[in-house]
């Protein structure tokens, strides 16, 4: 117990390991960065799974209720916790520890970053004509916004604002507004570009919150600004496939060893590389199917077909362009591992799997994890038309009727289109 006890303690620090701190300068004279913390580790983005105590806490009692209140006649999830103990517990933590990464990849705009947090609902805003649009994301306490710049109308209400440098970014600065809610926006051209961006993240401070105990500005400085990249590095090592509407990333050395129908449904493309096997599986969605895009749907799905409790499984809603996808990331270091990413048009459902040995590859985790999260369709602009949500039933009910969930968020969003 004790030796496996070290195996999981090892795979949850490898994901942030080896990195020094962040470290986020200012100029002579400029004021400090607001949150900004030097013992967080500047590649602590790198980690989907963030799960805090009140997470932990949540997820034991839910436990302990789905053990002592089985339902007759027993539920699918009942049938489950009772097939697999500990599988209650691990939905539960999988539940709280989504991150939310955002990609944008259209006109002249090319970046990623991540923020530790879920993602209920997407929104696309447009500004005005040649800026192109805002894209939005919203959680359940805080949102989240990207685009072109945006902070004209936050600067009327800022009480402090400064500029700063980080590694990888030119002419940076940040604006930060705490009232009862705290927002924090910064604004940076990346070095290989001449396009300039807007990010804004705000929300509520909550430490009961098991999604997101941290206040806004320390989850800005120390996770949002690190993890901003351009996507362009991916040209480096991979190329863009086209499959109709669809398009993804594939390494430059991979091979295309098949193509196939598989169970009269599944289109499947197969492609090859030293220690890493892909396949891009296409299948037409059928009316009253579960939405297999929702995150808690492949969580339940590679928690049961695995029964894999003990590795660190890392879950991340993806948005490619304003278009959702879901995430799942098991690694293993110098293990065989597994990445998966879901996302559908509305036609098709696209699965996009990676099974992969980082001991035989010369790819990184992070490299094949940031190339499988690029995909894309040539209709992204119709797709998004209408709020993206990323729950159903009931919840989603509560939340579209909540009198502050989506109001408070929507007044924010339209300020900052101005």
């Known amino acids: 117990m004790l030796r496996k006890s070290i195996v999981m303690m090892a795979l949850a620090a490898a994901f942030t390991m080896n990195v020094s701190a962040v470290q986020i300068e200012v100029p002579k004279g400029q004021p400090p960065v607001p949150g900004a913390d030097a013992s967080i580790p500047a590649n602590a983005y790198e980690n989907y799974r963030h799960i805090n105590k009140v ?3 949540e997820a034991e009692s839910y436990s302990q209720f789905a053990k002592s209140n089985p339902k007759n006649p027993p539920s699918t999830l009942d049938k489950l916790n009772l097939e697999h103990p500990g599988f209650s517990k691990a939905l539960e933590l999988a539940d709280y ?57 936050l600067s009327k209400y800022a009480e402090g604002e400064g500029k700063y440098n980080y590694p990888g970014l030119r002419n940076a600065s940040w604006k930060f507004m705490s009232n009862n809610s705290r927002i924090m926006y910064t604004e940076f051209t990346p070095d290989d570009t001449k396009t300039t961006y807007g990010v804004t993240y705000g929300g509520w401070v909550n430490t009961e919150d098991p999604y997101q105990d941290q206040a806004p500005e320390v989850v800005m400085s120390n996770y949002i600004i690190p993890s901003i990249e351009s996507l362009s590095g991916l040209d480096n090592y991979s190329q863009i496939e086209h499959w109709g509407n669809f398009h993804y990333r594939i390494p430059k050395t991979a091979k295309l060893v098949s193509e196939a129908v598989e169970n009269e449904r599944h289109e499947v493309r197969t492609y090859e590389d030293t220690g890493v096997k892909i396949r891009v599986i296409r299948s037409a969605i059928m009316s009253k199917e579960t939405d297999n895009t929702l995150i808690k749907v492949p969580i339940i799905y590679y928690l049961h077909k695995y029964n894999d409790l003990d590795t660190p499984t890392q879950y991340a809603v993806v948005w490619n362009n304003g278009i959702p996808g879901s995430l799942v990331d098991a690694y293993k270091p110098n293990r065989e591992s597994y990445l998966r990413h879901v996302v559908k048009d509305s036609v098709y459902y696209y699965s996009y799997r990676i099974n992969y040995d980082e001991s035989k590859t010369s790819y990184t985790h992070k490299q094949l994890r940031d190339m499988i999260e690029y995909v894309g369709f040539d209709d992204a602009a119709r797709l998004r038309k209408e709020p993206q949500w990323r729950e159903r039933g009931s919840y989603k009910e509560r939340l579209e009727n909540s009198s502050v969930f989506i109001p408070w968020y929507m007044e924010w969003v339209k300020l900052l289109s101005k």
């Open 55 to 57: 997470a932990e806490q």
């Open 97 to 153: 520890s989504q991150s939310t990464v955002v990609l944008i990849h259209e006109g002249d705009k090319n970046i990623r970053l991540s923020v530790p947090n879920v993602s209920f609902r997407g929104d696309v805003i447009e500004t005005e004509p040649g800026k192109g649009p805002l894209f939005a994301v919203r959680s359940f306490s805080s949102f989240l916004v990207v685009g072109p710049p945006h902070g004209k109308e």
